[in-house]
């Protein structure tokens, strides 16, 4: 116990010596606290055990509040941030409430956070946040947030979100958020949302959305939406809806809709809907509706409508089919081809306004045909 008090002594004695050397007029504000060399070193001013504000020092170190420290090797322990750094370096164990400099390298616990203003590598845990203005590498846990303003990489968490300016790569868990301005890559959970301005690539959870700019491509998962402002590639659930401005391919699949502005290609499942402004590959199958302006190739199943101007390959709709041109079989409750039909419809009405091909249903209609021909029961055919 005698030890305890001894410590505790010095750094009172510590305390007391830098607060001496104040500047009296402005002692209200840090801005104007002038930085003390006072400390007490043993057996040696650079190497040993140290208490006060040295500046460079290796071995165990211990003092208050650091202020202009240079370079500290080996333990340092501080209970507050520090009251000014311009190019601080704290390698080896940094602790206490706001363990603070420039660059902290090896292992930084703040009980209330750790802060860097250049580069945090190492094991990083702050109680309540890790924050680094530059990189932050290595395992990083910020009990709410691990905030970066430029690249988290390593093995990441986030109790409530990870925030970065620029790139976070790893394993990556936030809470309720992992937000980046630039590219997400490795396997990345946010409890509500990954929000990207670049890429998000890998496996990628998101409790409610999956958000980027770019693309998003791997493995995803969210449960309401992924929204991309490019492509989405890979294997790709979402609860409600995957939207792309571009395309979307892969193993696609969501409860409501699939919605891009360019292609739709692979195995494409949706609840209601498949929508796209271009074309549709592979097999597709939707309870509602496929709705696709250019062009459908393969094997599309819908429960409502299936619509396209060029239809290459077998469809089966429940309801009703709307093609301009067919090539292949069709088969609906009403096949309605309004320009070209090179192949097979099967249905209870049937029509083409250019037949090539054969029509089976209770009613079939050939606008090419001519008399009789142009209306007839149960079969109609035009060669």
């Known amino acids: 116990m005698k030890y305890f008090y001894l410590l505790f002594l010095i750094l009172a004695t510590s305390l007391f010596s830098q607060t001496l050397n104040q500047n009296p007029i402005n002692n209200s504000s840090d801005d104007y606290l002038i930085c003390s060399d006072w400390s007490l070193d043993i057996p040696s001013s650079t190497w040993g055990i140290s208490f006060g504000n040295s500046k460079n020092f290796n071995g165990f170190r211990f003092n208050y509040r650091d202020c202009d420290v240079e370079t500290i090797n080996g333990f340092n322990f501080t209970m507050w941030k520090a009251k000014s750094i311009t190019n601080s370096e704290v390698n ?9 400099a420039s660059r902290l390298r090896g292992v930084n616990i703040g009980l209330g956070a750790v802060v860097a203003d250049k580069e945090m590598i190492g094991f990083n845990f702050g109680l309540l946040s890790a924050v680094s203005d530059g990189n932050i590498y290595g395992f990083n846990i910020g009990g709410l947030a691990l905030v970066s303003g430029e690249n988290i990489g390593g093995i990441n968490i986030g109790g409530l979100a990870l925030v970065s300016d620029n790139k976070i790569t790893g394993i990556n868990f936030g809470g309720l958020a992992l937000v980046s301005n630039n590219n997400i890559d490795g396997i990345n959970f946010g409890g509500l949302a990954v929000v990207s301005d670049k890429n998000i690539a890998g496996l990628n959870l998101g409790g409610l959305a999956l958000a980027s700019d770019d693309d998003i491509t791997g493995i995803n998962f969210s449960g309401l939406a992924q929204v991309s402002g490019s492509s989405i590639v890979g294997l790709n659930f979402s609860g409600l809806a995957l939207v792309a401005d571009e395309s979307i391919y892969g193993i696609n699949t969501s409860g409501l809709a699939l919605i891009s502005g360019e292609s739709i290609g692979a195995i494409n499942l949706s609840g ?112």
């Open 92 to 100: 080896g164990i940094s602790l206490g409430l706001i363990p603070h």
């Open 272 to 383: 209601l809907a498949i929508v796209s402004d271009k074309s549709l590959y592979g097999l597709s199958l939707t309870l509602g509706r496929i709705k696709i302006e250019e062009s459908i190739k393969g094997i599309s199943i819908s429960g409502y409508k299936t619509e396209t101007f060029d239809f290459t390959g077998i469809n089966l709709t429940l309801a009703w089919t709307e093609f301009e041109n067919l090539n292949g079989l069709s088969i609906a409750g009403y096949n309605q081809v309004n320009g070209n039909q090179n192949g097979l419809t099967i249905g209870v009405v049937n029509y083409a306004e250019s037949l090539n091909g054969i029509q089976l249903g209770l009613i079939n209609i050939a606008n090419n045909n001519s008399g009789l021909g142009k209306i007839l029961p149960f079969f109609n055919a035009h060669f």
